[in-house]
């Protein structure tokens, strides 16, 4: 009796699935791998995480200006973090204990 290899999975594939799941999972090399329920303290750090913002050519100046104006008005905003690609670098902008703009 032969087993035959379990069939890697497309990309595409997976995301078909991964959108009718009822659980997250994750994908690597062809396999999906189940993602453990989160516990209420990886919630909450989800939720506490700062705004993350990649740029891109056509987006780039509207991020560093008018975006970045209207989440100084957020007060619960205290970190902004302008990621670039080309070059590579990561810009954080924090704000001061009260300090409002």
Do not use: C, W
Not at 18 to 38: C, I, Q
Not at 41 to 53: G, S, Y
């Amino acid at each position: 009796m032969s087993s035959d290899p379990e069939r890697l999975l497309t990309e595409k594939e997976y995301l078909a699935i991964e959108r009718r799941a009822e659980f997250r999972s994750e994908f690597y090399n062809g396999e999906m791998f189940a993602l453990a329920v989160a516990s209420r303290r990886h919630n909450m750090v989800l939720t506490n995480l700062v705004i993350f913002e990649v740029l891109s050519d056509s987006t780039e100046a509207y991020d560093r200006g008018r975006k970045f104006e209207h989440y100084q008005n957020v007060d619960s905003l205290l970190t902004y973090v302008l990621v670039a690609r080309d070059p590579p670098r990561i810009e954080r902008y924090v704000r001061q204990r009260g300090v409002r703009t």
